[in-house]
């Protein structure tokens, strides 16, 4: 057996703590970042539903159903319309002949705009046509072909004083090419370069708009209605720009036919290198989410944009480069980023 005695309880004493050595308390502004959750980065969620709902087809049922309620209702109003003023005649007649010479203007201005609208579209129709003629008269290197679509441009900007300049300088110089590409070539140089400066600016202003809205507006519809109404106008004008005057019906057929070809070929996507020539790699992560769906609906403005132009111009691209996606963006967006990181 041992001889040390048996342990008892242990006693403890005081314990002694330096307060030399403890570390003065933080400072707010020293006190580490509050981790972030792991949501997703922005998405352009207003362009994307926007994109969405204008490529969206209706079906053949919707469409009877519409077609039958707008006769029916159109029917309607008519009869309606036309036993008010009967029965207005009857009783008074000076007043019933005022309002129907009132219902008769109503008329005539509405069948004034089903006109206009149905010349916008056959205009539209034309650029189209245009368009398919010169790529036809560059597959088959057809110089008689594509003197025709040079002279049918000319006819097309008859009336555009923006343009004057441009078709002397074609008419002067076009005699002198004898090969199709050279000919549409040159009606490229001379006829669509300003315009395609004007339609890049129009792009440009859009996608800086889009970009403010949807970063200031924080509710969610808000912002599609803002960015669907932006991308509408945005079309049309560069419809206008290159000589498709498109009315109502016009702006969102061709707005539809854009967007479904963007939507088809996943164009409305956010891709990796978008805000790369504006952000650089890995800054928008760093952004407020707003601020990145800001940049991002944008972004997808501007890859609208550079289709619409494609549909809309009378010419395929030939001498001169297509637009630029990533330089459009950096042009239009820079001066955004730059601003809002000057707030923060």
């Known amino acids: ?42 998405q352009g969620q207003a362009m994307t539903t926007a994109a969405a709902l204008a490529a969206r087809q209706p079906s053949k049922l919707a469409r009877w159903f519409w077609a039958l309620a707008g006769a029916l209702v159109s029917a309607l109003i008519s009869i309606a319309a036309w036993r008010f003023a009967m029965d207005l005649i009857a009783s008074v007649p000076l007043l019933g002949l005022a309002v129907s010479v009132l219902m008769g203007l109503v008329v005539l201005v509405g069948l004034a705009i089903v006109v206009k609208e149905l010349a916008a579209m056959s205009r539209l129709a034309k650029v189209d046509a245009l368009h398919r003629a010169a790529d036809a008269a560059l597959a088959s290197d057809d110089l008689k072909a594509a003197r025709k679509v040079v002279d049918q441009l000319s006819n097309l900007y008859a009336g555009r004083e923006d343009t004057r300049w441009g078709r002397e300088r074609l008419k002067e110089r076009g005699a002198e090419v004898f090969d199709a590409s050279g000919l549409i070539g040159l009606a490229e140089n001379e006829l669509l370069a300003p315009l395609d400066a004007a339609a890049r600016r129009e792009v440009e202003a859009s996608a800086r708009q889009v970009a403010t809205v949807t970063a200031l507006v924080p509710l969610a519809l808000a912002d599609v209605v803002a960015a669907l109404s932006s991308n509408l106008r945005m079309i049309r004008r560069i419809a206008e720009i290159y000589g498709g005057r498109s009315g109502t019906l016009g702006s969102w057929r061709l707005t539809r036919a854009v967007m479904s070809h963007l939507v088809a070929t996943g164009a409305v996507a956010v891709g990796d290198d978008m805000l790369e020539p504006v952000l650089g790699g890995g800054l928008l992560g760093k952004l407020s989410r707003r601020f990145g769906e800001g940049l991002v609906n944008g972004a997808l403005t501007a890859r609208v944009g550079v289709a619409a132009i494609e549909v809309c111009r009378p010419l395929p691209f030939t001498r001169r480069n297509r637009p630029s996606v990533r330089e459009i963006i950096r042009t239009a967006l820079a001066g955004f980023v730059i601003k809002e990181s000057g707030k923060g």
Do not use: T
């Not at 309880?9 to 400072?27: A, C, H, T, V, W």
């Open 1 to 42: 057996m041992s001889d040390l005695p048996p342990e008892g309880p242990r006693k403890q004493g005081p314990i002694l703590f330096d307060l030399d050595e403890q570390q003065p308390p933080l400072s707010p502004s020293e006190a580490p970042p509050v981790p972030e959750p792991d949501l997703p980065g922005p």
